[in-house]
């Protein structure tokens, strides 16, 4: 079956360190999006990707990094400059319809993020 | 620019009762409304969506929302809920000109025997 695969499902960090959060795909979707949700917020969007070697910010970028290597593969990199990263991070991707904007997003199940 | 408010943060509710849970939206261009719902521990799923024709949506598992320009709304609605309708619900608004959605705070549906 086709979908969105994050790893790991739970991720610890210490105090200055970078890691990196999975993202993959098997849907042959062309946009890819990372999400952050905090208790009784909503999502809001880190960084998206339309197409392969090229991203865009969204709305709180600083403090991530992203690549686009590959149509599958989306990774994000939480660096020691985010200075609250506790979080549920979602990955999401969609298909990219000519001249109609984009297709509802499908999502994978989600890395909690933790500081140790 | 656009933005989502979901007024309800949580929605207490007994089982077989209707329930309503309400969207408005602000945006300077057309938009397409969704609604996700997300259990514990886990992503997001496609509820429904409007795009474009009828502005009255349905889902397969009897939710319906109503599209109001009017109003900006898009509130989502059941006529009888069940135990397992306990989860946290997004609307999402997408303007046609950009390629992302902004989410709304979420409302938590809890469902009581």
């Known amino acids: 079956d086709g979908g969105i695969t994050q790893s790991p499902k739970y991720l610890f960090r210490k105090e200055g360190q970078n890691v990196t959060l999975s993202c993959e795909q098997n849907?042959?979707?062309?946009?890819m999006y990372w999400y952050r949700q905090d208790p009784g917020q909503g999502l809001r969007l880190i960084y998206y990707s339309q197409i392969v070697n090229d991203f865009q910010k969204g709305d709180i970028a600083e403090g991530y990094s992203v690549s686009r290597e590959k149509k599958e593969s989306f990774p994000l990199t939480v660096t020691s400059a985010q200075k609250n990263p506790t979080a549920f991070y979602l990955c999401a991707s969609t298909k990219v319809i000519q001249g109609a904007g984009v297709g509802p997003q499908h999502f994978g199940d989600g890395t909690r993020l933790s500081i140790l | 620019a656009q933005s989502v408010t979901q007024l309800d943060s949580q929605v207490p509710v007994f089982e077989e009762a209707p329930v309503e849970l309400r969207c408005n939206y602000s945006?300077?261009?057309?938009?397409?409304l969704f609604w996700y719902v997300q259990y514990p521990n886990q992503g997001l799923q496609l509820l429904l969506k409007?795009?474009?024709?009828?502005?009255l949506v349905e889902s397969i598992n009897g939710f319906e929302a109503e599209f109001n320009k009017s109003q900006t709304s898009f509130h989502l609605r059941k006529p009888s809920v069940h135990i397992s309708d306990t989860a946290e619900y997004f609307c999402?608004?997408?303007?046609?000109?950009?390629?992302?959605?902004?989410f709304g705070s979420g409302t938590r549906l809890q469902v009581q025997p």
């Open positions: 409007y795009l474009s024709g009828s502005t």
């Open positions: 849907l042959n979707h062309d946009a």
């Open positions: 945006s300077s261009v057309s938009v397409y």
């Open positions: 999402a608004v997408m303007g046609t000109g950009r390629r992302a959605l902004t």
